[in-house]
C-alpha cells in the first residue's frame, strides 16, 4: 500500500524553526520527485518546495528562498523540510506529493498524506 505521513507541524512563534517530515511507505522515494506544498484557508495549494530522488537536486518558490531547505536521500526513506526564520504568512496545511520529476505539474503530484498544520504566531 503507497502511502505518504507527514508530521512535524505547529505552533512556532515569528522568527522560529520547524522540521517537518514526508515519510513513504509501501515505495522508495528515491526513484521519485517529492514536492512540499502548503495550503492556507480560502487559497491554493501551493508548491513550496521539490527534492529530486534520482539526484538530488532542490527547488524553492520564491515565497521561501533562503529560509526553508529540503532534504531526502536517507535510508529513512523519509524527505524533510526545515523551515528557518518562519513568518505569519507561512501558516498553512503542509502536505507532501510525489510524481516523476519536478518539472511535471502540481497536478501530476500525488498519493497525498494527510498533511501537517503549521501556524505561525506570537
Known amino acids: 500500500h503507497v502511502q505518504l505521513a507527514e508530521s512535524g507541524g505547529g505552533l512556532v512563534q515569528p522568527g522560529g524553526s520547524l522540521r517537518l517530515s514526508c515519510a513513504a511507505s509501501?515505495?522508495?522515494?528515491?526513484?521519485?520527485?517529492t514536492g512540499w506544498f502548503r495550503q492556507a484557508p480560502g487559497k491554493e495549494r501551493e508548491r513550496v518546495s521539490c527534492?529530486?530522488?534520482?539526484?538530488?537536486?532542490?527547488y524553492y518558490a520564491d515565497s521561501v528562498k533562503g529560509r526553508f531547505t529540503i532534504s531526502g536521500g536517507s535510508a529513512k526513506n523519509t524527505v524533510y523540510l526545515q523551515m528557518n526564520y518562519l513568518k505569519p504568512e507561512d501558516t498553512a496545511v503542509y502536505y507532501c506529493?510525489?510524481?516523476?520529476?519536478?518539472?511535471?505539474?502540481?497536478?501530476?503530484?500525488?498519493?497525498w498524506g494527510q498533511g501537517t498544520q503549521v501556524t505561525v504566531s506570537s
Open positions: 527534492f529530486e530522488g534520482s539526484d538530488g537536486r532542490t
Open positions: 509501501g515505495f522508495t522515494l528515491d526513484y521519485y520527485a
Open positions: 506529493g510525489t510524481s516523476w520529476a519536478c518539472s511535471d505539474g502540481d497536478g501530476d503530484f500525488g498519493s
